[in-house]
T-cell receptor, first 114, second 112 residues
């Protein structure tokens, strides 16, 4: 089983709809992240959470919100989806306060907004 | 602030050719450096890492050396295979571990 699981893997929806992407992890990591990937732009950080009571905005948080329901769960919501939010979304985890430890990624959610 | 700059692609090589993907960084103090690989339809996987100056990370025939004097962490492989076709990302973790920065990715295609 994957250590970082994202659901759904693919989603097509219409402009204006509310969308929730979910992420769960079995790695026992305190830190969780949401990124979006667009061609030529690499990964851009949307939100991150260093523990259950901690939520921080990333580089491109406008139009998104998050919820950290438990140490293992971190969901991303698009309150009113728009076409330029069409992208590949990744969840990642890492250990707390360990600068030499990598981030661990899920397989991504491909989101298309029509 | 901290940042990573990597060579733009796409890169196309013939099988068994030598690969170099350049990566340079800007950081305060001594960051940790990483290379990730993303195969089609998958998430990013850690390929290798180096945590201090002059460290060499290696995995699956890939290597990269942490060069503090040139602030670089170039990825190399002596003989690429078709199965190496993927997108490669250079990344940096700040000295506190609180921030992670990615390059824009370099797409590699290896042709038989």
């Amino acid at each position: 089983d994957a250590d970082v699981t994202q659901t759904p893997r693919n989603r097509i929806t219409k402009t204006g709809k509310r969308i929730m992407l979910e992420c769960s992890q079995t790695k026992g990591h305190d830190r969780m992240y949401w990124y979006r990937q667009d061609p030529g732009l690499g990964l851009r950080l949307i939100y991150y959470s260093f523990d259950v009571k901690d939520i921080n905005k990333g580089e491109i948080s406008d139009g998104y919100s998050v919820s950290r329901q438990a140490q293992a769960k971190f969901s991303l919501s698009l309150e009113s989806a728009i076409p330029n939010q069409t992208a590949l979304y990744f969840c990642a985890t890492s250990e707390a306060g360990q600068p030499n430890q990598p981030q661990h990624f899920g397989d991504g959610t491909r989101l298309s907004i029509l | 602030g901290d940042s990573v700059t990597q060579m733009e692609g796409p890169v196309t090589l013939s099988e068994e050719a030598f690969l170099t993907i350049n990566c340079t960084y800007t950081a305060t103090g001594y960051p940790s450096l990483f290379w990730y690989v993303q195969y089609p339809g998958e998430g990013l996987q850690l390929l290798l890492k180096a945590t201090k100056a002059d460290d060499k990370g290696s995995n699956k025939g890939f290597e990269a050396t942490y060069r503090k004097e040139t602030t670089s962490f170039h990825l190399e492989k002596g003989s690429v295979q078709v199965s190496d076709s993927a997108v490669y990302f250079c990344a940096l973790s700040s000295r506190t571990g609180n921030q992670f920065y990615f390059g824009t990715g370099t797409s590699l295609t290896v042709i038989p």
